[in-house]
């Protein structure tokens, strides 16, 4: 568990500080106006219907599921609670941060609370390809197909997010670790990285490098998804 959020922290904040000291980097706020009405997105315009089948509310039957599957007495959460309680505390604070970020957006807060705790599920085993022994025990203990998306596409090195629950766990995740390994980190220069920076910058890379793409996310939500992270972890260092 840490070793794995320490290499993801430390490459984002070393790309943090280089970019830092050479002044490189904008700030990424966007005026967006009515984008939303104007249907301006960021990434790929083919994928506008796919924005709107994400944020459309589910059905009954899987909105139940969710609630069990959320649920104390579920044998994955008692599971993951008793072998693993680092990796629990983290999966609970992902889920509630995911949940909150939904709702600014009005995507669906129960699956982006959801997928946010059982983003690293397959931690609780202690294998190596964590994502894999997470699908693994998905459906094992049968957890939506839309949880175990979010499993394998939180973590840009396999696939990249195809709903807004699975961008929002992935910022939630991202935001965290670079925060926590700024927090114990010596490095004078990475002390110096404000949340908001971090934040900004975490948001500018995504967009950049394109893992935005498979969602027709509007600048409207992105600028208010950048919002709600920058005032939830503003005092985070203090």
Do not use: W
Not at 69 to 93: A, G, T
Not at 138 to 149: A, F, G, R, T
Not at 176 to 195: A, C, F, G, R, V
């Amino acid at each position: 568990y840490i070793d794995d959020h320490t290499q993801n922290a430390e490459s984002l904040t070393e790309a943090f500080a280089a970019t830092t000291e050479t002044d490189t980097v904008e700030d990424t706020t966007i005026e967006t106006g009515d984008d939303d009405q104007k249907q301006n997105h960021i990434g790929s315009s083919e994928n506008v219907e796919m924005l709107k089948q994400a944020t459309d509310p589910i059905d009954e039957k899987l909105t139940l599921r969710l609630q069990e599957i959320l649920s104390d007495d579920f044998i994955l959460v008692s599971r993951l609670k008793e072998k693993s309680l680092p990796v629990y505390e983290h999966c609970l604070q992902i889920a509630e941060i995911s949940e909150k970020a939904a709702k600014t957006i009005q995507a669906n807060a129960l699956l982006a609370k959801a997928g946010g705790f059982y983003h690293e599920i397959g931690k609780m085993n202690e294998i190596h390809n964590y994502i894999e022994e997470g699908i693994k025990l998905s459906k094992e203990y049968d957890i939506p197909e839309k949880v175990q998306d979010i499993i394998r596409q939180h973590n840009i090195k396999n696939e990249k997010p195809t709903s807004m629950e699975a961008i929002i766990v992935m910022f939630s995740d991202n935001i965290l670790s670079s925060l926590e390994y700024i927090q114990k980190s010596n490095d004078m220069k990475t002390k110096k990285l404000t949340p908001d920076k971090i934040i900004n910058q975490i948001f500018q890379m995504r967009m950049e490098k394109g893992t935005l793409d498979e969602v027709g996310i509007t600048l409207n939500s992105y600028k208010k998804l950048l919002d709600f992270y920058t005032e939830t972890f503003q005092n985070y260092n203090d």
